[in-house]
Every structure is written in C-alpha cells, then in structure tokens.
C-alpha cells in the first residue's frame, strides 16, 4: 500500500478547519461529534476511505501548526470562490453543503 500524497493530507486538513468554521460562525450549522476531540476522531475516521491513515489525521488536526492549518482551511475556500469567515457566501455555502456528501458538508450538520 502506497502513502497517500502530502497534498490530499493538506487537503483534508482544510476542508476540516473550514468545516470547523463554519460550525462556529454560522447560525443553524454544527459539526460531527460533541467537542474538538470527538471532531477530530470523527474526521479522522472519515478521511481513512480517501486511504489517509487516521492517526497521522489525528496528529495533524491535534498538534498541527495552527497558522498552518488556517493556511490550508483558507485555501479549500479559496478553491471554492468562497471569502474566508464573516461573509455572506461562508455562511450560505455551508447551510448549502451541511450533512451532504461534500467534501467539507461531510463533516457538517444542520442543527
């Protein structure tokens, strides 16, 4: 079995911090599991069927850099055409991908 590439884990760290986000910032929307630890384990499982191994996931969203981990949330938004926090789109988009198969939306639900 290969190792999947550093980008698909840059990747998946960004659609988990921007989903993250959007659970704290928009009103209606809420994240898998109760708190932060049960968010990562939650994420973590979930990215092992993109053949991403969970616990280098649980490491990069526990002690990951966290200027690095916005840099990779700001730029699966940015992909999306969608302004990082406090917009009208952030907060459209994620009532529009909540509990859906998206790659961010998967780790959303609306509350």
Not at 24 to 29: A, F, K, L, S, V
Not at 73 to 94: M, N, P, T, Y
Request: glycine letters at 10%; hydrophobic letters at 45%; aromatic letters at 10%.
């Amino acid at each position: 079995m290969t190792a999947a590439p550093k980008v698909a884990y840059e990747q998946a760290v960004g659609e988990a911090a921007a989903a993250w986000w959007m659970s704290d910032e928009c009103t209606g929307i809420g994240h898998l599991g109760k708190d932060y630890q049960q968010f990562v384990f939650a994420v973590s499982d979930a990215t092992v069927a993109q053949g991403l191994r969970r616990q280098k996931m649980r490491r990069l969203l526990f002690y990951g850099q966290t200027e690095w981990q916005q840099q990779m949330g700001k730029a699966v938004l940015a992909d999306r055409g969608i302004l990082h926090k406090g917009s009208k789109e952030f907060c459209a988009f994620a009532q529009k991908v909540a509990g859906t198969n998206d790659a961010i939306g998967r780790f959303l639900i609306k509350e």
